[in-house]
């Protein structure tokens, strides 16, 4: 079992997004799936200075991850929020939907969320598993190569990659968004 996600990450609309992905290509592969989960949450920052779903980054051998979004497809975390939304196929490579999702069914995440999520799939939709692992191995700087084993991309390797100037202030705003989180928790 996977260590728990850190207050503030945001498991049900990580689900849903999850679930945006697998509307358009049914059958996703995981590997495919948890890097446009990536790249949306990279794009998301580059775009409105925040994280959507607030997860940690990690490098692992096939590229950059957003670490509970992989732990909750896997049904590692919250396992009744995801199997709402997304299936695992036997060979635990490939991610189906439990049913059919409408946009009514994708609540938590907003309409300029979607934008989002529509430019990352109009960019990388048509990659292949293997393509969009290549593609960030080449193209994210705040990713580490590594053959075995995980390092963390912090939030601020990450805004310096993409070209944020304001990284502090962003660093100290997903700090804020946490801190409150985890007083809701509590």
């Not at 300029?112 to 990352?120: H, P, R, S, W």
């Not at 990450?158 to 946490?178: M, N, S, Y």
Request: proline share 4%.
């Amino acid at each position: 079992m996977s260590q728990a996600p850190l207050a503030g990450f945001d498991s049900r609309k990580a689900a849903q997004i999850a679930a945006f992905y697998v509307s358009k290509q049914p059958d996703i592969e995981k590997l495919k799936l948890i890097k446009l989960i990536y790249l949306a949450e990279r794009r998301a920052l580059a775009k409105f200075g925040l994280p959507m779903i607030f997860d940690e980054f990690y490098s692992l051998k096939d590229g950059p991850i957003c670490s509970s979004a992989l732990n909750g497809i896997n049904g590692e975390i919250d396992p009744e929020t995801w199997s709402s939304y997304i299936v695992m196929n036997q060979n635990r490579r490939n991610i189906a939907l439990r049913r059919a999702v409408s946009r009514d069914d994708l609540d938590e995440i907003s309409d300029a969320e979607i934008d989002v999520l529509e430019e990352v799939w109009g960019t990388f939709g048509s990659f292949t598993a293997g393509q969009i692992r290549n593609w960030t191995h080449n193209n994210c700087p705040e990713y580490t190569e590594l053959s075995h084993g995980r390092v963390p991309i912090t939030y601020s390797a990450l805004l310096e990659a993409i070209g944020v100037t304001r990284i502090p202030d962003i660093e100290e705003d997903i700090a804020q968004a946490r801190k409150v989180s985890s007083y809701l928790l509590a």
